[in-house]
């Protein structure tokens, strides 16, 4: 049996709290490796090692900062392959999903290589008579990530590279579900030449994230995960003081006009709304087509093209539409989802729920699943299914579409599409969703664009990557300076006038 290790101070290191997890093959459903579940005592140590840390690095000029990164770009693309395919073999997407994955990491580590520009501060001469005032950004200390299942690359990567390139170190705190790239990608951080102790991966559940939560050396976290724990999470950060910003689940919209081309509209609910089985915060769960005949037009057009989704392991080759889902549970839970959308009385037009994959019976396999005639109430509209699980609500007018969408509680990504540009524009203006797509169905923002939900899909005032994570990750210092020029005879020296 594989054993998962820490990655503190530089080296792999072998739990010690005694307590363990199965990390799955979602593919046969087969335990392929345990990770540690580390206590506080472990915790403490990889905080300690990183405040030692991260002094010499804090003081680092930005240029060797983001020296490392841009060697931590070739390094990751020497190694994509590998990455991805042990990616693949415990989270069960596809390999070319899995590159996407890591690739759209990648992007960040190749913004924050852009680090001696963001990080200059501003200046003002002559701010009062000999008096300049600037300010300058500092790191904050050591900080903390706490990351999802679903993309065990790319989201540890918005976090640890823009708070690196910053000067913080950073204990990350994977998903104990696919936890062996994490730790990949500090080793590879290493080989790019980051010193010892400024990323630490330390494996955990609860008893790990309270501890970060509660330490007072971590002065800041960023956590991605399901609603109810990044709430938990928030609450609990922000009473002890911290920087906290958290990203939670989504319910995404797509809003198809009666003049939109449906041929790409159905094109992109295929990717959208079953790629990388629904395992994607920023996968299309509901369909909204506008007015009887659009919907009946999207469901002759959709419902053939679920019926044939090809679904396989990741082993099977390139071509397949998704994988199975990452555990047990979340193959019961999308089970039990899609019961009770049968129940509450909705028309189940293609029923994936007794699909099963030849050869890897085990495996945690689940077919496309399409419903029609959702209404508001039912708890498949209302809730993150988090599977390959699409719904469709049938709206009268355009009013009727927006309103749905703006009246859900979640509020990570919405689309429209329509040929119509007026449409388009007072879509994007009033909608209350943070991420929009006009004819695009995943619009996941560049690395030079901040990724964020509204409503409860986020919680606190900056994004993830982009220019909003470089405030994030760092604090602002605003110095006066009055030069001898400006000291005149009798002048309180410590209160400046500014005239
Ligand atoms: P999750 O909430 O179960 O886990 C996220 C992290 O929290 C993991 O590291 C986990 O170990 C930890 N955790 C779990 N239970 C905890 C508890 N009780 N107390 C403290 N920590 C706990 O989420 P998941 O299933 O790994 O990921 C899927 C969810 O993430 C979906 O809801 C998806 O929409 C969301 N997501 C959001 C974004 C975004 O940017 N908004 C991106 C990706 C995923």
Redesign the pocket.
Known sequence: MRNIPHYINGARVEGTSGRTADVFNPATGEVQAQVPLANASELNAAIESAKKAQVAWGAANPQKRARVMMKFVDLLNRDMHKLAEMLSSEHGKTVPDAKGDVQRGLEVAEFCIGAPHLLKGEFTEGAGPGIDMHSVKQPLGVVAG??????PAM?PMWKFCPAIACGNAFIL?????DPSVPVMLAELMSEAGLPDGLLQVVHG??EA??GLLDHEDIMAIG?????P?AE??YTRGCANGKRVQC????KNHMIIMPDADMDQAVDALIGAGYGAAGER?MAISVAVPVGEDTANRLMEKLTPRVENLKIAPYTAGDDADFGPLVTKEAHERVKGYIDAGVKEGATLAVDGREFKMQGYENGYFIGGCLFDNVTKDMSIYKE?I?GPVLSVVRAQDYEEGLDLAMSHEYG?GVAIFTRDGDTARDFAARINIGMVGINVPIPVPLAYYT?G?WKR??FGDLN?HGPDAFKFYTRTKTITSRWPSGIKEGAEFSIPTMD
């Open positions: 706490i990351t999802p299942f679903n993309f989201i705190k994977p998903s104990e579900r559940d609860k994230v309270d956590f991605v995960g399901s609603t724990i938990y999470v990203f939670g689940g989504a915060c993150e988090f990570n990724f939900g899909s986020g993830q």
